[in-house]
């Protein structure tokens, strides 16, 4: 069916036509928050005198039963129809014919972009919400493991100790900005484009801000021409989740690399990896190397909308019709991958051992050893030298540098090799790494046990 209805025309369209234009299969995801606009834009048209009170009631009478029909999955959604708000209107006004002045002052222009808005509003605050579960695993598993120590890499290369719980945080705090960006694409989006019309308002004596209170808007949209070619929203919806969707990848990342026997850290929850068809032995990360590939479609809605958005003349064009499936498909592959990671980290087994094993090496503490000479007085750049230096010379012998005896130090006084045992002697590279991890008490940020334990309880706080 064509918006104009018959009027302007002598045909019917094109079969292959009209099919191509449909939307109504991915649109109707927009039934609920059109309904809701529907009514405020009801009220407009009471305060207009252009609806009486009673024709408003039947109104939204008839539109609460279309809700409750598509809720119970029996209304009938006509393919024929086009678009989300054509079936809703032409259900509406077999229903109740006062239904044919709905439309009075208004366009699909700014109704599409009404619906999307508000659309986007509730999805964020799910979104949120799975954002938050995530996080909550991830500190309960810094909970859980607290004591673990294991290496911090840098190029994937053994740099220096840390607590794994550092390592869970890390990601906390990446999830804690993407949600900041989240609320503030939220925030700006709570600007009402109703009242837009096609593109440029109406003659009629449309009060705006009737809509804005019932729809719980911030703001009006003060250019009408803006409002209904603007898609912003949903691309800074699409960066947010495209940038979370990366944080979630390389989260994934590290537990295929920490569940591999290479390193041999961590292990799934059985429910979450799975076998082979042909290798009776194994028993795969799939769940984390599924959200490391979605994150590549988060990236690509991003910049398929961009793409689509980029050329478009002011002001409304079908392309912008090709918006809703790419966020439709972003915020369900956004809100599944949240909630899988979140079940596949709580379901983590960590090999304490396997994880301080690897950080034992006493080389992870060269740095360490550096700052100890730097404590009695070597310029930095020397004592990188005499550390560096120290581990050749070990390297050449066979050995490890907290094997060396004194004269292998070479130049450095009594002091300060007094200094680099007191780095590198201790009972236990348990007991060595434990210190070292004490000593970086005094840097805000640093993985020590005492501050990563603050961080832990001051998140599991702010979470609650
Ligand atoms: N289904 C359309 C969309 O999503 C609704 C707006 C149609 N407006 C129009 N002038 N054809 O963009």
Redesign the pocket.
Known sequence: MR?AGKGRFRHPPDPVAEKFGR?VHF?RRLARHDLEGSRAHAAVLVKAGILSRKEAAAIRKGLDRIEKEIAQGKFRWKESL??V?MNIEAALTARVPAGAKLHTGR???DQ?ATDLRLWLRETIQGDLAGMTALQKALVGVGQKYREVILPGYTHLQRGQPVLLAHHWLAYVEMLERDKGRLKDAARRAEVLPLGAG?LAGSTLKLDRNVARKLLRFRELSANSMDAVSDRDFLVEYLAAVALGGVHLSRLAEDLILFSSAEFAFLKFGEAFTTGSSLMPQKRNPDMAELVRGKSGRLTGHLVSLLTVLKGLPLT?N?D??ED?EAVFDAADTWRNSLEVMARAIASIEVDAGACLYAASAPELLATDVAEALVREGLPFRKAHQAVGAAVRKAEEKGTRIDRLEEKDWEGISERQWMAVSGVLQAHSPAARLRKALQNRQAVVGAPSPSLVEGELRRWAKVLR
């Open positions: 918006a939307s649109d086009e678009d708000h366009s699909r222009n599409v096609a409304y079908r912008l019709q809703k």
